[in-house]
């Protein structure tokens, strides 16, 4: 009885149990979804492009109200802000069980980013503030590492849902553990200190009229044309409001966005590297999974299950570098882990001629390892260096930063790509050569995080209090 008791020494757990299971539905949500998309697109008689439309729009929507939704995370209060994020997220996920359209999908999936949008920033604020500096490696650790669990087992999941039930599970799965979150968060009751400074609602207009045109830009760059009208003019109007809306931000008195969080160069690395690393983890995902099967001649299931290499080294380094992260800081395992990462790419840039499994597994290894050994840490420095007032920002930055470089990656190696294997795909050398450049291009953006990290990154732990204001007491070693 006394474990179901909530006191001060135990609330921090009920806390991490409430935010996990929020993070734990976006991340099954994706990869169920990837699987569930051609019936779905069968049964609801979408284009090709209308299916790519399923997943962009959920990015482009998460990608561009992050930022924005851990502002009013700290503004409103965290726990506000995320059960409200994880009510939109609930309610979207019905209307995409329930669509009989393209259309009604499509906006349910851009209300899911948005619900999303306001979770994210939030919980891991919350289970930040929740634990002591020594502690949060361990926590986030958790945090991270059983969502990736549940992440990877969404094919799974969503293929036999698919198979057996319907497409429109995948989407209904969501229901029952969005209100697990919302309950757990009243049972837990976080401590959280709102910032009461009001929102500056003309900058974010300014924002939303700049960011999400130019992740739009640079989603549909290869549909449309680079130099096609639409993307220039989306690219073009994205970015100068952009720019208003940073002119804008460093002179008010009362920002959207706390861009003086970039004036700490560790914490600039920190999203620098987190931006090159998921450019390049996007990139091999997705054109990973059409050399399985366009080169090698996999089925889509055992080209899943090949993806086992990759995410089974993040889960078990996420827990060691964790760790590791509480007793001796940030900077060995963000400089070790872009390394491997690097390594990593440039040997798939060499296994990929080969044309077999055997060769390719181990890059795929290495290349888990070293998102393992950033992923936590780096979360957790970034988050620990703002101040507690300011950590739903600090995490909507990273956030955005993360998903914004995640497109750029995929949109990068994706214009090289199809400029070699344009004429057909399924030519074997065109798609190799296609690849291969592709993959040098990501090496090179983890090169420059590595630099980053190497140059700019300190040692030991960051200590800023927690979300109770004094520190909590941290348990005795051993």
């Known amino acids: 009885m006394t474990l179901l008791k909530i006191t001060d020494d135990n609330r921090k757990w009920w806390v991490l149990a409430a935010m996990t299971g929020s993070l734990s539905m976006i991340m099954i949500d994706q990869t169920v979804v990837s699987v569930a998309l051609p019936r779905m697109q069968q049964d609801l008689g979408m284009s090709v492009t209308g299916a790519q439309w399923v997943v962009s729009a959920f990015l482009l929507s998460l990608a561009s109200f992050m930022a924005v939704g851990g502002r009013l995370g700290d503004t409103l209060g965290r726990p506000r802000a995320f059960v409200a994020g994880v009510a939109l997220f609930a309610l979207a996920s019905a209307v995409c069980g329930l669509a009989q359209s393209q259309a009604q999908i499509v906006c349910g999936r851009v209300l899911q980013g948005l619900g999303a949008a306001l979770m994210q920033p939030a919980s891991a604020a919350m289970v930040i503030g929740a634990f002591h ?5 361990r926590a986030m650790a958790l945090y991270a590492g059983i969502s990736m669990g549940l992440m990877a087992m969404g094919p799974l999941i969503g293929g036999l849902l698919t198979q057996y039930l319907s497409w429109r599970y995948a989407f209904h799965i969501n229901q029952p553990v969005a209100l697990w979150a919302i309950v757990m968060t009243f049972v837990a009751r976080p401590t959280d200190r709102p910032d009461p400074q009001a929102v500056n609602w003309s900058n974010l207009a300014l924002f939303l009229l700049g960011l999400p045109f130019v992740v739009l830009a640079l989603q549909q760059g290869n549909d449309w044309g680079w130099s096609s009208p639409e993307i220039l003019a989306c690219g073009g109007w994205g970015l100068a409001m952009t720019l ?21 160069r560790t914490f600039a690395a920190e999203a620098f590297l987190l931006a090159s690393i998921q450019g390049a983890m996007t990139a ?36 060691i570098s964790g760790r590791f992260y509480d007793r001796r800081g940030v900077r060995i395992p963000a400089v070790a882990g872009s390394g491997l990462i690097f390594l990593s790419m440039a040997y798939q840039c060499l296994a990929l001629r080969l044309c077999d499994f055997a060769w390719i597994a181990p890059g795929l290894a290495l290349f888990g390892v070293g998102i393992g050994c950033i992923m936590t840490p780096v979360n957790t420095d970034a988050l620990s260096r703002a101040p507690n007032l300011a950590r739903g920002q600090a995490s909507g930055l990273i956030q955005t930063t993360r998903q914004v470089g995640g497109s750029m990656g995929l949109a990068a190696v994706g214009a090289i790509f199809g400029h070699f294997a344009v004429n057909g ?14 993959y040098a291009l990501a090496s090179l953006m983890v090169l420059a995080g590595f630099v980053a990290a190497l140059k700019w990154m300190k040692g030991g732990r960051t200590e800023h209090e ?3 204001g004094a520190l909590p007491q941290a348990p005795p070693e051993g």
């Open 133 to 137: 500096p020594s502690e949060r490696g």
């Open 284 to 319: 091999n995902v997705v054109f990973g999974s059409i050399y399985l099967q366009r080169a090698l001649g996999f089925s889509p299931s055992r080209a899943g299950a090949s993806l086992l290499f990759l995410i089974t080294p993040v889960l078990v380094m996420a827990q």
């Open 244 to 264: 208003i809306f940073v002119a804008r931000e460093r002179r008010s008195a009362t920002p959207l966005l706390r861009l003086t969080l970039f004036a700490d």
């Open 425 to 438: 795909v399924e030519n074997g050398p065109a798609l190799i050569n296609g690849l291969t450049a592709g």
């Open 466 to 468: 927690a979300t109770t």
